[in-house]
T-cell receptor, first 116, second 111 residues
């Protein structure tokens, strides 16, 4: 069973379009994340979300919005896509404890987004 | 603010040579540090974490608070070690985690 899955694996679209990437985890984790990996392989956190709180990286444009229908899903919606949005987007999850040791994050396979 | 620095973008070594991937951090609290690895076109996965003090695939990393470092080492590099390696500092805060990744180091093991 895949612990963290993302769809689609590849996404090619035109500038200006709106698209969504889905993420699902079957680990029973409380916290989920979205990361962007650019062409230089630099990994940057975009959002972290649990039942109580959405933490947004202040550098993320408001065209990006996470939506969580339930604890096992955190989808990423992107409006008015731009060329610079082309990247690999990774979803991840962790147990999300309220204290104590930090948890390992489990990553999805990534979604390669290409904006033309 | 927490910060993670990986000074080398690319590290090339010959097969069988020792490997050291550098990671330095700045953090005011007690850090929890991880190394993640990404093989070509695969997902990011945990390699090791400092609190486990374990050796995975021959890699070890020791947290040096005096030097604020968490360098990843392996005595003899293998071709299958070629990958991107990310150092990460995780702060557990009120039910969520704040994660800071370094910029990554690409390890290239030359046959």
């Amino acid at each position: 069973d895949t612990a963290v899955s993302q769809t689609p694996k590849y996404l090619v679209t035109q500038m200006g379009n709106d698209k969504s990437i889905k993420c699902e985890q079957n680990l029973g984790h409380d916290t989920m994340y979205w990361y962007k990996q650019d062409s230089k392989k630099f990994l940057k956190i975009m959002f972290s979300y649990n039942n109580k709180e959405l933490i947004i990286n202040e550098t993320v444009p408001n065209r990006f919005s996470p939506k969580s229908p339930d604890k096992a899903h955190l989808n990423l919606h992107i409006n008015s896509l731009e060329l610079g949005d082309s990247a690999v987007y990774f979803c991840a999850s962790s147990k999300g404890t309220s204290g104590g040791a930090s948890e390992t994050q489990y990553f999805g396979p990534g979604t390669r987004l290409l904006v033309l | 603010a927490q910060r993670v620095t990986q000074p080398e973008k690319l590290l090339s070594v010959f097969k069988g040579a020792p490997v050291e991937l550098k990671c330095n951090y700045s953090y005011s609290g007690s850090p929890e540090l991880f190394w993640y690895v990404q093989y070509s076109r695969q997902r990011l996965q945990l390699l090791l974490r400092h609190i486990s003090r374990e050796s995975i695939k021959g890699f070890t990393a020791d947290l040096n608070k005096g030097e604020t470092s968490f360098h990843l080492k392996k005595p003899f590099a293998q071709e299958e070690d070629s990958a991107m390696y990310y150092c990460a500092l995780i702060e557990n805060s009120g039910g969520y985690q704040k994660v800071t990744f370094g910029t990554g180091t690409k390890l290239q093991v030359i046959p």
